[in-house]
């Protein structure tokens, strides 16, 4: 693009970086500048040139055009990561939405200064007679410590100074001492923290069943075996693995990576959920020693530095994590894996709201680098693109272990109501638990809830006790304290309603500490774990529960949504999927898609090894066809169910769809702002006639959060690229505004394809 001033940032790698500095471009780089472009500007007093990256290209000169320096001139050497990213952010920021600095940030995390891991070493000089001799004189003249030291090191000619200073209490001035007479020489070495070594080395019994290599199957030899073929036939297809629960997707995901380590690539693991890191770095570790690394957000700020580092000089080769590992600088890139593609937590919740997996594949296409996507339960999109053929489709239809699907039991618990049990547990449920623990066999209990998390209401007048910052309910925690989830306000739970004064005001309770009571209250002897977001806090609460269980140490594991996502239990035999449809009528388009993935994610833990497993599903819906087709793992016929439905309502992947929150700390001002933005976008896409559909302005499902109220314009279109073309617009039009002070406290944010509701 063409334009007389471009908008640079200097010192990418500073951590202070917040704003951009605006320079001339000569007229002879007019045709040939665009966003992303690196550059050598003169910056400060001394107008030393400077390396910096164009962000932005405009008409309009922010300060007097006089004063403004020029581009010294831009530069022509090879593309370094670094300038890949620095494209990379620019894409985000017109793909997704969002300030510059903010997709910067996102892709190049600020540079900490981060004191490197030294090692200190202390090595004996002197020969083994002269250490002998100098260490009877240190006795003689009753220098005790330096005899301790000499004594060791007889023993043994280098040892580790935190043992000499440690274990034989002696202080750094002995050591240094020593080493100005000459018996010994404290070296120092620099060494990156390697967070995988501690994982590696815990005792789980996974260990030595994942250190086991398996044969792959024929239909994991063909998937293998076509996907490189294309490899290397310079084909760079993104492929979609659709596997069925328990069919060995992660051994073709280990064969794909050994046969891209072994054309000197690297390759970059993507996982849901942190809790299955522990277990994915061991079956990794196994294959590719101390060349797998992990990176998130539970490593420390000198753990995530190193491994950047470690990466950059190509001493790893498999990085493992949730969506932030997607940037981890591998020079040469040559694979990225997303497992459990369908989950929503691919999907960035802060700005830029990109998506991991559109994200992955413009970064492969920048590296000559392919992705690999698996799921059991594929989102509709990448399913429907696989349909279209703009991914390749591969099928695991057999379990790797053998043996089948479980056998699912749906129950009704309003039949369960009328026959009079009241009980959380149904009468099979409560049966099949009780034949498990005489077995010896584990049970997986699953719940879509946290904690004590429940509303408290009135029964007698209604009143539900909301947030004074926030339009949500607030749940009742067992310290007897009432909590907001959005902002964290808290107060004292409350014994008689403050509307009516009634007593009868008491918490609709359906947590997960509630049913570890109830287990322990009907199963006296039974060992329980409970694994969610209040017990998993601290850093390596995940992998202490986890391999708990491997190990044997419970009979049953009670959870939310992280117990059901990937994970590998052998001896679990029984999954209880308790109130089944709390995901299934939220104010969602995807409610009915993620009750599907969830349940099937859920019912594929049992029977892993061979050993035959049941699944209790149990709903008050259980016509309803997410649970219908969840019960007999037909995903086909739920695809095409679902599909008839989005298709008709024009939601992706049918059309695309771009989320606009409009924000203000006035409810007026904010509401009259959502109207214009939607008149706008009305007459502009009227007069261009492409199909564009505005739904709104309306308050958002939360229309307060922090005082702070929200607003929500929908828009449709078949085509994603017109939705960029608004957003493109409506970021113009909000900037001059801004600049003309028209706007004070309200901002504007754009999700396209959103994953949740607003």
């Given at each position: 693009m063409e334009g007389k001033y471009a908008n640079i940032?200097?010192?990418?790698?500073?951590?202070?970086?917040?704003?951009?500095?605006?320079?001339?471009?000569?007229?002879?780089?007019?045709?040939?500048?665009?966003?992303g472009t690196c550059v050598a500007v003169p910056f400060g007093a001394g107008n030393h040139l400077r390396k910096g990256y164009v962000i932005e290209i405009t008409d309009r000169a922010e300060f007097a055009p006089e004063k403004l320096k020029s581009i010294a001139y831009a530069e022509e050497k090879d593309v370094t990561a670094q300038d890949n990213y620095i494209r990379l952010a620019a894409w985000m920021k017109e793909q997704y939405g969002s300030t510059m600095i903010a997709a910067l940030k996102t892709v190049l995390p600020a540079k900490q200064k981060i004191k490197k891991v030294e090692k200190k070493v202390c090595e004996l000089l002197l020969t083994k007679e002269n250490a002998k001799a100098f260490l009877e004189e240190c006795r003689a003249k009753k220098q005790v410590a330096k005899a301790r030291v000499l004594d060791e090191l007889i023993k043994e000619s280098e040892i580790p100074v935190p043992i000499l200073t440690g274990k034989l209490h002696v202080s750094m001035k002995t050591l240094e001492s020593l080493e100005k007479q000459g018996a010994l020489r404290i070296t120092i070495e620099s060494s990156y923290r390697n967070p995988v070594e501690f994982m590696a080395n815990k005792e789980d019994v996974r260990n030595e069943s994942y250190g086991t290599k398996k044969e792959l199957s024929e239909e994991q030899r063909f998937v293998c075996g076509d996907i490189m073929s294309s490899y290397d036939a310079g084909i760079r297809t993104t492929c979609l693995i659709h596997g069925i629960t328990g069919s060995g997707k992660t051994e073709v995901y280990l064969k794909l990576i050994e046969e891209i380590v072994r054309r000197g690539k690297q390759a970059i693991v993507l996982i849901p959920e942190i809790a299955l890191t522990y277990q994915t770095v061991l079956r990794f570790y196994k294959c590719f020693g101390s060349r797998v690394s992990v990176m998130n957000s539970t490593l420390s700020k000198g753990e995530k530095y190193d491994q950047c580092e470690r990466a950059k000089k190509k001493e790893i080769d498999v990085i493992i994590g949730p969506?932030?590992?997607?940037?981890?600088?591998?020079?040469?890139?040559?694979?990225?894996?997303?497992?459990?593609?369908?989950?929503?937590?691919?999907?960035?919740?802060?700005?830029?709201?990109?998506?991991?997996?559109?994200?992955?594949?413009?970064?492969?296409?920048?590296?000559?680098?392919?992705?690999?996507?698996?799921?059991a339960t594929p989102s509709l999109e990448s399913y429907n693109r696989a349909k279209k053929g703009e991914y390749k489709l591969y099928e695991l239809k057999k379990r790797q272990a053998g043996g089948e699907l479980p056998t699912v039991y749906t129950v009704d618990l309003r039949e369960e109501l009328k026959g009079g049990n009241r009980s959380i547990f149904s009468r099979r449920l409560h049966?099949?638990?009780?034949?498990?623990?005489?077995?010896g066999e584990q049970t997986i209990l699953f719940l879509?809830?946290?904690?004590?998390?429940?509303?408290?209401?009135?029964?007698?007048?209604?009143?539900?006790?909301?947030?004074?910052?926030c339009d949500v309910s607030l749940s009742e925690h067992r310290n007897g304290k009432l909590v907001c989830h959005y902002c964290g306000h808290e107060e004292p739970s409350v014994k008689l309603c403050p509307s009516c004064g009634s007593k009868y005001i008491l918490g609709f309770r359906a947590g997960t500490q509630q049913i570890e009571e109830v287990l322990h209250r009907e199963f006296p002897a039974a060992r329980v774990l409970r694994m969610d977001a209040d017990t998993t806090r601290t850093k390596d609460s995940y992998e202490e529960i986890l391999s708990g269980f491997a190990n044997g140490e419970a009979d049953i594991l009670v959870g939310t949504q992280m117990i059901v996502k990937g994970h590998d239990f052998p001896d679990v035999t029984l999954v209880g999927i308790l109130a089944a449809d709390l995901s299934l009528h939220v104010n969602d388009y995807r409610a009915g898609e993620r009750t599907f993935q969830l349940l099937t994610q859920a019912a594929g833990r049992a029977g892993r090894s061979g050993k035959p497993g049941e699944v209790v599903i149990q709903t008050y819906d259980p016509e309803h066809y997410s649970i219908v087709h969840a019960a007999s793992q037909d995903y086909q016929s739920f695809y095409e169910e679902e599909m008839f439905y989005r298709d008709i309502l024009h939601y992706p992947p049918a059309s695309h769809m771009?989320?606009?929150?409009?924000?203000?700390?006035?409810?007026?001002?904010?509401?009259?702002?959502?109207?214009?933005?939607?008149?706008?976008?009305?007459?502009?896409?009227?007069?261009?006639?492409?199909?564009?559909?505005?739904?709104?302005p309306a308050p958002a499902s939360?229309?307060?959060?922090?005082?702070?109220?929200?607003?929500?314009?929908?828009?449709?279109?078949?085509e994603y690229y017109k939705l960029v073309e608004i957003k493109n617009m409506l970021e113009t039009y909000i900037g001059e505004r801004k600049k003309r002070e028209e706007l004070k406290t309200e901002t504007v944010q754009f999700d396209f394809d959103p994953m949740s509701s607003y």
């Open positions: 940032i200097i010192d990418i790698s500073h951590e202070k970086v917040d704003r951009p500095f605006q320079y001339v471009i000569p007229p002879e780089l007019r045709s040939g500048l665009e966003v969506r932030s590992a997607l940037f981890t600088p591998f020079p040469d890139l040559g694979l990225i894996i997303i497992d459990e593609e369908h989950e929503s937590t691919y999907k960035s919740e802060v700005m830029p709201k990109y998506h991991a997996r559109e994200t992955a594949i413009k970064i492969a296409s920048m590296h000559g680098a392919f992705v690999v996507l698996g799921s049966g099949l638990i009780g034949g498990r623990l005489e077995a879509n809830r946290r904690g004590y998390a429940g509303f408290i209401s009135c029964r007698a007048c209604g009143h539900v006790m909301k947030c004074p910052h771009m989320a606009v929150l409009i924000a203000s700390s006035g409810e007026e001002t904010g509401l009259e702002l959502a109207k214009v933005i939607g008149e706008l976008v009305r007459e502009k896409r009227k007069a261009a006639d492409d199909g564009t559909n505005v739904i709104g939360v229309g307060r959060v922090n005082d702070i109220y929200r607003y929500m314009l929908y828009i449709k279109n078949a």
